[in-house]
């Protein structure tokens, strides 16, 4: 059987209830089930390899270069996927307030060029309906202006490969 | 009479300058060729373009080889560990047996498949259909090959091709040939291939919730073997055809593994397991399945195993997850596990499958029959290795990995 739930998060008690059909036996038992807290993770958008998912990025980052696209995931968050028109997501660098992408709100890009290299970057993923749903993090994320200068891995191949 | 000598004594003066200037100009331009060439050298052009050899080698060995080969051998062999491909992969298997074992595998960025000849370690490019951020890909013995992808409305996209056997006459310094396929239907949740012929079976989610279909590797012929409330299954069909399916993994959360049987029914193999992972490998001719297992309780990893249906399970003396195992094929219950150094920590598995938490693991010997474990191999303190994705050829000679930290492939060599 399939039990259609409003909404995710909190608690749910789902009982369950046998009975023969004179009444005279009966059992009832019940099960408490508790979603888990949203999780808000992110990553870099990797213009080459995509979103780097087995690379999350701590709370306190470096990365190569002066420009670079992060990918928020916000796990068990009440979505069918990131696209979900329900999530909302308020992002801000150092401290300002900056407008989601319409197409891609997950998706945040920062150009470092000409400033001091260091950005602050809060998010807060909420739900349209589900006003239970909240999940803030916050990164302190530091560019570099040379690539030499922040550990990649995604240096050349150490053999001979034909092309 | 002077001044005939004076116009002889001018020309000849002319002459002396204007040979002079020419030998100038010639040493001045030869220089300026010899920088030329020294540049462009230094660019690499004019250097013979890799050619492959009938057995598709490059012409030069590997860094970190060992000179450990016999006479006749013609380049040196790779290290016992040796790094395959620095840059990311999205999925590799084994090809052929004995002294032709070679590791295929898939490139991230582009989606090109690579073949690394185990013995020589020259690699070679075998496609040149471009397919960019691959994010999976599964590789039968057959040749099929099958990429996924997430496209730009976040649709997860499954690209099921074959390497092409005639070579592209627009490419003559390539070997190279075109992945042709067609893409199958959007958003499989999870997926598998047989290890030969590269029959499908997967998830896919629909209005009840996911169902868990099989089709022929091309998307043709397909069966719904099961609807669910479930969407998060991961399905393993095994050499001798039969399919299984494990929930997946979480922390606390209790898991089950399932067989599906021919007429459709459910049979329980394990479960309820607390963050349950599971390897199967089956054995047609005595059919005493072996299952390698791990739980996760309250931050704590176990590995279990259990070789025959009626056998009792041991507990193993190495703390990982079978997502860091693979059974050997051959004689005896073996598998190779990677094992973290030192503690896992808490909730392991839920922040090892977000990308925030990695180990440093050490490569292990897994007697299930015997429940006894050995530790085979270190790697150095300066290369972290987080073993995942582990494959063994069919004559346990070989065992390859992906290194869950930048997704690189590694080789390395069971038997000396």
Request: negative net charge; glycine residues 8%; contains cysteine.
């Amino acid at each position: 059987m399939t039990l259609p739930v409003e909404h995710l998060f909190g608690t749910d008690v789902i009982s369950v209830e046998a009975r023969s059909s004179d009444g005279k036996l009966s059992h009832i038992s019940s099960v408490s089930i508790s979603a888990a807290e949203p999780i808000l993770a992110l990553y870099e958008n990797h213009p080459l390899y995509g979103v780097l998912y087995h690379r999350a990025l701590s709370s306190a980052t470096s990365l190569g270069g002066t420009e670079a696209t992060f990918a928020a995931i916000p796990f068990f968050a009440q979505a069918r996927n990131i696209y979900d028109a329900a999530l909302r997501f308020d992002w801000r660098v150092n401290s300002e307030k900056i407008p989601a992408n319409p197409t891609n709100p997950g998706e945040l890009t920062i150009n470092a060029e000409n400033s001091t290299g260091i950005a602050f970057v809060e998010l807060q993923v909420t739900h349209a309906t589900n006003f239970f749903l909240e999940a803030k993090e916050r990164w302190n994320i530091t560019f570099s202006s040379s690539w030499a200068d922040a550990p990649d891995q995604f240096r050349q191949s150490n053999g001979p490969t034909q092309y | 009479m002077k001044t005939r000598a004076i116009i002889e004594y001018i020309l000849a003066a002319v002459l002396v300058v204007i040979l002079g200037s020419l030998a100038g100009w010639y040493f001045f331009l030869r220089t300026q060729t010899e920088t030329t060439a020294l540049q462009s050298a230094a660019r690499g052009f004019g250097i013979a373009i890799p050619e492959g050899s009938a057995g598709g080698d490059t012409s030069s060995p590997p860094q970190g080889t060992d000179t450990g080969v016999s006479g006749m051998e013609p380049a040196q062999r790779p290290a016992q560990l040796w790094q395959v491909e620095q840059k990311p992969t999205a999925g590799h298997t084994f090809l052929g047996s004995g002294e032709n074992v070679r590791l295929r595998y898939v490139e991230r960025a582009s989606g090109y498949v690579f073949e690394a000849n185990t013995k020589t370690g020259f690699r070679t490019r075998l496609t040149n259909t471009l397919l960019p951020k691959i994010y999976e890909a599964l590789i039968s013995e057959n040749g099929h090959v099958f990429e996924r992808s997430i496209d730009t409305l976040g649709n997860i996209t499954t690209f099921a091709g074959t390497i092409s056997t005639s070579t592209d006459s627009s490419s003559a310094s390539s070997s190279a040939t075109m992945l042709l396929g067609s893409y199958l239907a959007k958003n499989i949740v999870s997926l598998s291939a047989h290890p030969v012929s590269g029959a499908l079976l997967y998830t896919v989610a629909d209005a009840g919730g996911g169902a868990v279909v099989s089709a022929e590797w091309d998307g043709l012929k397909q069966k719904t073997l099961l609807g669910s409330a479930v969407l998060s299954w991961r399905p393993t069909v095994t050499e001798d055809g039969r399919t299984f399916l494990v929930q997946a993994a979480a922390d606390d959360v209790p898991g089950y593994a399932y067989e599906i049987m021919k007429d459709g029914v459910l049979k329980r193999l394990l479960g309820p397991t607390p963050g349950l992972v599971m390897r199967i490998r089956t054995s047609p001719k005595t059919g005493a399945d072996a299952l390698l297992w791990s739980q996760s309780t309250r931050g704590e990893l176990r590995l279990f195993a259990r070789v025959g249906e009626q056998a009792t399970p041991v507990q193993l003396p190495v703390r990982t997850t079978a997502d860091k195992c693979a059974w050997s094929g051959g004689d005896g219950a073996v598998a190779y596990c990677g094992v973290p150094g030192g503690s896992a920590g808490q909730n392991f598995l839920d922040t090892w499958y977000r990308g925030a938490m990695h180990s440093s693991d050490a490569l292990w010997r897994i007697d299930a029959g015997a429940g006894t474990a050995e530790m085979m191999y270190t790697p150095p303190s300066n290369t972290p290795i987080d073993i995942e994705n582990v494959s063994i050829d069919r004559t346990a000679g070989y065992l390859a990995f992906t290194n869950a930290l930048d997704k690189s492939l590694w080789l390395f060599r069971l038997k000396q």
